[in-house]
């Protein structure tokens, strides 16, 4: 029998925004046969949260399930809205656990975290982190389901010679702390005057802007391609050594997943679920938020070669593998057909 499916989430990736789970777990899902609506594409914030609403009242009757991405920040209070409605709808719904600072909500809105949690079918984490943190907090609807990737989309490259040629991929947003990658690139710019960066993602807060002038300032090998295709990113990816994250929370990036798989060595910052997936010196390298000397340093040591990035990207393409959707399906499928 066909489950009808509503994924309640910020579907804007045709609005110029990035690609979120949202536009990328339903098409798979409807390939496996489920049927599926969405909510919203709505960029109006508070528009948004109508349209999530209304389209939640009038599939009260039609859905099975309603999947919904749950995020730290501003949206978080959609999710919650929406888990209410699906409960005085007697509507079977799912929270996904996205955002990396969802622990501290149990901290500032406990009595929402709970309702929101024990009325749930079941709580999906794609990370440890998440799982380990709700667990503690004596939640037990909980199941871990990874982000999932096309492994066929990501060719591995072997970097004999690591050079300092630097990509980061994300939204700028201040919780990124791009800035970051632009101050790793000015230390490193004095010892490898041929260094660069890219930089691809939209600018959500402005926080673009305030890279563009600081690279413009110090003179920086800086190129800002703004929002790119995953297709488009990939390709490119063959011409960088290393990817940088500079995120000072976060839960489990598909950008690093992604990076693992194409065989570039992944420097991180040392927040939220990244520890869970990456093994300092093993698959990729760890360092504090705001370190950019100690991240640098690293760099140095990569293009040194005093860190076997061979051995630490093959055990990255190992891990990586791990979240491709021919496996990561199984765990949806058991859970929305079950």
């Not at 409807?30 to 109508?50: D, H, M, P, T």
Request: charged residues 25%.
């Amino acid at each position: 029998m066909t489950k009808n499916i509503l994924y309640i989430g910020n579907k804007l990736a045709d609005k110029g925004r990035t690609v979120t789970t949202i536009d990328v777990l339903g098409p798979l899902l409807k390939k496996e046969g489920f049927q599926l609506r969405y909510a919203s594409s709505v960029q109006n914030v508070s528009a948004r949260l109508l349209h999530m609403m209304r389209a939640t009242f009038l599939s009260r009757y039609w859905a099975d399930f309603v999947l919904i991405d749950t995020y730290s920040t501003r949206n978080f209070w959609y999710a919650i809205t929406i888990g209410r409605l699906c409960k005085s709808l007697k509507i079977k719904y799912i929270p996904i656990l996205h955002g990396g600072n969802l622990p501290e909500r149990l901290i500032k809105d406990p009595k929402a975290i709970k309702a929101f949690m024990d009325n749930a079918y079941q709580v999906v984490s794609p990370s440890d982190y998440l799982i380990d943190a709700f667990a503690k907090a004596g939640f037990n609807k909980l199941l871990k389901i990874p982000n999932h990737i096309d492994l066929t989309q990501y060719t591995f490259k072997q970097r004999d010679r690591i050079q300092p040629k630097l990509l980061w991929v994300r939204s700028f947003d201040k919780i990124y702390n791009p800035e970051m990658a632009v101050d790793i690139l000015e230390i490193l710019s004095d010892k490898y005057p041929n260094a660069k960066l890219c930089m691809v993602g939209p600018d959500k807060d402005g926080s673009m802007k305030n890279c563009i002038s600081l690279a413009a300032q110090k003179n920086l090998k800086v190129e800002f391609t703004g929002l790119l295709d995953k297709e488009d990113w990939i390709a490119m990816s063959p011409d960088y050594d290393i990817f940088i994250n500079t995120s000072h929370f976060d839960n489990l990036p598909v950008s690093i997943i992604e990076a693992m798989a194409l065989g570039l060595p992944v420097i991180s910052t040392n927040v939220g679920g990244i520890p869970y997936l990456i093994e300092h010196e093993n698959n990729g390298l760890l360092v504090e938020p705001y370190q950019a000397r100690q991240a640098a340093d690293l760099i140095d040591d990569l293009i040194q070669q005093k860190i076997d990035s061979e051995k630490m990207t093959h055990q990255a393409r190992l891990i990586a593998e791990n979240f491709d959707w021919k496996k990561v399906k199984q765990s949806w499928l058991q859970l929305l057909k079950g």
